[in-house]
């Protein structure tokens, strides 16, 4: 009874254990499909929807193709999958809500282009954020430390 004991209580803790960070290659791929699949959103979104079908597609491919490298590059430099889509969706809550309450003519497009910022914002804010906050608790740290005798 003893043995299942402690083999439950060292499984509870290896699962307690904090995950380990992001490694950069699956950030990289991570924030990749999420900028393709925002390419293909805001693709959509900036069409003119005049074109038809072909004009969609048309967008959505452009969208696909430009897109990705930005988030490869946002991958590169820190940024994480799960920040980026909430900036996104709520760059895009509140370009259709200020398009709406504006009376814009194009929403849609409009919507697009604040949630391209929303997620600019969320890929790169919360990194440099991190950052600073260990910068000035490591310099704060190494203020207090040499204070004490």
């Known amino acids: 009874m003893d043995r299942q004991l402690n083999v439950r209580s060292t499984c509870l803790n290896i699962a307690a254990l904090p995950r380990p960070p992001y490694s950069l290659g699956g950030r990289v ?5 999420l900028w393709t699949a925002l390419g293909a959103v805001v693709g959509v979104g900036s069409t003119s929807f005049k074109g038809g079908a072909i004009g969609v597609v048309s967008g959505a491919i452009a969208g696909i193709l430009v897109l990705p490298f930005l988030g ?6 820190g940024g994480r999958p799960q920040e980026t889509l909430f900036g996104a969706l709520c760059g ?9 309450l504006g009376g814009s003519a194009d929403l849609p497009a409009q919507a697009t282009f604040t949630l391209l910022i929303g997620a600019l914002i969320g890929a790169t804010f919360p990194g440099m ?4 906050k260990e910068t000035f608790l490591s310099i704060l740290g190494s203020r207090i430390h040499s204070l004490i005798p």
């Not at 490869?72 to 430099?77: D, H, Q």
């Not at 895009?92 to 709406?100: C, D």
């Not at 954020?129 to 600073?132: H, I, Y």
């Open 29 to 33: 791929r991570d924030m990749t499909l």
């Open 129 to 132: 954020f991190r950052g600073l």
């Open 72 to 77: 490869a590059f946002l991958g590169l430099i």
């Open 92 to 100: 895009s809550l509140v370009g259709a809500a200020a398009g709406a």
